[in-house]
């Protein structure tokens, strides 16, 4: 069905960090348009709340807003993130740890002698190719360092991410959109009806009787309730692509170490990996795991073992997920935000990335189709896109571990389950020739960009077996610039602990909304 005016009445359904980023950059848009926004929620369903990092995208988001990050950073426990540190998923001597940086233009040089390494080892001769040495925001990592300058100097400006209480960031966006003008319903959706043609008409609530709109928001998480339930779209799995598909989360107290930490950890364990996410109140932390080769109680065990008496008395969060995506994200009259859309996993943390995305996405695709379905078709393309070159990405990591400790990490080596496009990709780092002509073909359907590719494949040390003489003279001189380029540009940062307590006291929320 086509339509031409505008829809009077949007309706979002469920709240949290998908609702109201959908809610804030709606109303922000289309606010002036006369459109108005209704949010239901139950709040009965509760939230996660578990801590949760950002790719630096997030930044645009807040930006889009005008809310700066003195204002939302402290209301949400939020802390700045550099990259993510990614240790023993390899077993090879001296590099079963690297450090997946965010890229920024102050790299340039720096990245250049990186992958000239890379591509060095890949042609058989030995180099240092481990990432850590060739970025700046490593060495900001490596530092404890914020991504901000001491002298604001627009010239050493970085791509950076965050760190937040999930819980706390959507009460946040719940008040700034209800600034905007959104109306907030607290309220349990009992049935939803559709109209002669199969667009949503209305939805019956508990208390607040049918609440009719011309368009829906579906972030109503994994149930998907209308575009799963009401319209039939199917969710397609990507199990055999992606093994992992539960966690258990347990939050823990600082250790009472020096300084702040500016990188999440995904270290690997016995069936999947863990997270360690620095909030400024505490530690999220997470065990990311196959059901298929771990119980949700050995994996608990695994994790309180890691974490030791930091996570005594501490209640353990457990959560399961089907890996996949459904088809047709815009359907009818309503568009799938968030879990709704499916999910793969948090490695990368790659899901809020698709949140924001795909909300912009819309909003840019549905106001330029003069609000009909024209552009539907495209967005769905779009975001499929995002979603199966993320999945390839992830699932990289596994299928070139290097590790024989479980049947796991085997089975994860083993699958043939891949892409046409993760096959070329690996297949053309291994041999002989320019790996950036494999990602040019592959471009459209790529998630990630060149630096993602050569740290994770450098990283892991996917290498043929390399010439074992020394690393040449030109090879140890790239690393020894760019390590020494990258430490002296780190010490031209704010240290993150103290940035946080001089720039982003409590004091600075009080007030707001």
Known sequence: MIRTTIPKHIVIVGGGTAGWM????????????????????????????VGEGSTP?????????????HVWMPACNATYKCGIRFPDWSTVANNTSYFHPFYSDIDGELAQRFFYNANTKRNGEN??????????????????????????????????????????LGQFLSKHAISLGVKHIDDTITQVIANKVGDIALLNTEKHGPIRAGFFVDCSGFKGLLIQDALGEKLTSYKDYLFNDSAVAIPTLHDGLSGMACETVSKALKHGWVWHIPLI????????YSSAHSSKEAAELELRELLGDKAIGQKALHLHWQPGRIENHWKKNCVA????????????????????????????????????DEYQQAFNNEINNI????????????KINSRNDTQYWKDCRENTMLSPVLVDLLDSWKAAGNFDMALERNMAKLAYLKTSWYCLLAGKSFFNESNQLSPSAEALKHQDIAAEKSHSSAMKFYDHLEYLQRFHNKESVEGVN
């Open 22 to 49: 959908s809610a804030n950059l709606m109303a922000h848009k289309w606010r002036e348009l006369g459109v108005k926004i209704t949010l239901i929620e139950s709040k009965k369903m509760g939230t996660l709340g």
């Open 57 to 69: 995208f997030l930044k645009d988001f807040f930006q889009t807003l005008n809310i700066p990050e």
């Open 127 to 168: 180099a240092p190719t481990n990432p850590d040495s060739f970025f700046v925001t490593s060495a900001l990592a490596n530092a404890k360092k914020a991504p901000k300058a001491l002298n604001h100097d627009t010239e050493h400006s970085l791509s950076y991410g965050y760190h937040f209480d999930a819980e706390l």
């Open 281 to 288: 109140n505490r530690m999220g932390n997470g065990y990311v």
């Open 337 to 372: 935000i968030g879990l709704s859309q499916g999910f793969l996993e948090p490695l990368e943390a790659p899901m809020l990335y698709l949140v924001q995305r795909s909300i912009e996405s819309f909003i840019e695709k549905f106001t330029q189709g003069s609000f009909t």
């Open 387 to 398: 979603i199966d070159g993320t999945r390839d990405y992830l699932q990289a990591h596994y």
